[in-house]
């Protein structure tokens, strides 16, 4: 079936980067965009940007443009998402999810992976 | 840009039906299609329904969506209410400028 598995739990320092996995597998990889999403405890979906695992094109959200970097392996299939300079409020689910069709709408998500930033 | 307004909660009883409105600020509702995605605690969105009124395959037909162009909305309606059901439900669109996807605030369901 189509999985997508991301990374464990980080905890991270002010400062400094963390990078997040995600294995894809049960499809063609290449065939789809992968999208990052984050979620602030007990907040909404923010939507980070994507990555076309096909050419390494990505598309970054403003407020997060300078700081992260999504990047792909496709000899294992795997997408990434690497945020620098880590702030408190960066602490949040991450989740990545496979774009389906023209719509950008989003199936599977992979499990989340949570990543605290703290002193 | 715009954004996706949904109320911040809403609750209903076992049985009955409920409708989670998500109201577009600017731009038509009918011009990108819309989402709806449920979250339980713990875990991950799932897709419920997809361009509007689409369910992916295993969603029961409980689950429906629509948009009205007089309120520039979209709405999700959950009939035969099910303790199951309590979730937070996400809508979802995209624009053509940054971000490109656009999250509403989410509803928290609760069937009591």
């Known amino acids: 079936q189509v999985q997508l598995v991301q990374s464990g739990a980080e905890v991270k320092k002010p400062g400094a980067s963390v990078k997040v996995s995600c294995k894809a597998s049960?499809?063609?990889?290449?065939?789809?965009?992968i999208h990052w999403v984050r979620q602030a405890p007990g907040q909404g979906l923010e939507w980070m940007g994507w990555?076309?695992?096909?050419?390494?094109?990505?598309n970054y959200a403003q407020k997060f443009q300078g700081r992260v970097t999504l990047t792909r392996d496709t000899s294992i299939t795997t997408a990434y998402m690497e945020l620098s300079g880590l702030r408190s409020d960066d602490t949040a689910v991450y989740y990545c999810?496979?774009?389906?069709?023209?719509?950008?709408?989003?199936?599977?998500w992979g499990q989340g992976t949570l990543v605290t930033v703290s002193s | 840009n715009f954004m996706l307004t949904q109320p911040h909660s809403v609750s209903e009883s076992p049985g009955k039906t409920v409708t989670i409105s998500c109201t577009r600020s600017?731009?038509?509702?009918?011009?990108?299609?819309v989402q709806w995605y449920q979250q339980r605690p713990g875990s991950a969105p799932t897709t419920i329904i997809y361009?509007?009124?689409?369910?992916p395959s295993g969603v029961p037909d409980r689950f429906s969506g629509s948009i009205d162009s007089s309120s520039n909305s979209a709405s999700l309606t959950i009939s035969g209410l099910r303790t199951e059901d309590e979730a937070d439900y996400y809508c979802?669109?995209?624009?053509?400028?940054?971000?490109?996807?656009?999250f509403g605030g989410g509803t928290k369901l609760t069937v009591l």
């Open positions: 999810a496979r774009h389906v069709g023209s719509a950008y709408w989003f199936d599977p």
């Open positions: 990555i076309n695992p096909n050419s390494g094109a990505t």
């Open positions: 979802q669109s995209y624009d053509s400028s940054n971000p490109l996807v656009v």
């Open positions: 049960g499809y063609t990889f290449t065939g789809y965009y």
């Open positions: 361009e509007h009124n689409q369910r």
């Open positions: 600017s731009g038509s509702i009918a011009s990108s299609y």
